[in-house]
């Protein structure tokens, strides 16, 4: 069974950056894409960005292109979203997750996706 603890959220100012990190447990996640996903308030969960198991190759939603950059380092078996330039529309609750062993590609639904962290809530004030 595998683990996903999300750290780093909070409270900025609009135009400020803010990285939330996931950190895997219970086994390896090198053999396996990952995402990241939001839920603001009062709306459904979407797909923020993705990225492929080795990070050669990644997925952005088009509301967070050019502000936001997922990254991986295998090695510690964690995964971060380094989000910039922060608007209050990105206030929201944000989870990570992991495809299924062998996935290797970056998914974009929520149905490609088999773990799931509890989330991190990040508040971006005008």
């Known amino acids: 069974q595998v683990q996903l603890v999300e750290s780093g959220g909070g409270l900025v100012q609009a135009g400020g950056s803010l990285r939330i990190s996931c950190a895997a447990s219970?086994?390896?996640?090198?053999?396996?894409?990952m995402g990241w996903f939001r839920q603001p308030p009062g709306k459904e969960r979407e797909l923020v960005a993705a990225i492929s198991w080795d990070g050669g190759s990644a997925y952005y939603a088009d509301s967070v292109k050019d502000r936001f950059t997922v990254s991986r380092d295998n090695a510690k078996n964690t995964v971060y979203l380094q989000m910039n330039n922060l608007k209050p529309e990105d206030t929201a609750a944000y989870y990570c997750?992991?495809?299924?062993?062998?996935?290797?590609?970056?998914?974009?639904?929520?149905?490609?996706?088999?773990?799931w962290g509890q989330g991190a809530q990040v508040i971006v004030s005008a």
């Open positions: 997750a992991a495809r299924s062993l062998g996935q290797y590609s970056p998914g974009t639904n929520e149905w490609d996706y088999k773990y």
């Open positions: 219970g086994r390896t996640l090198s053999a396996t894409a």
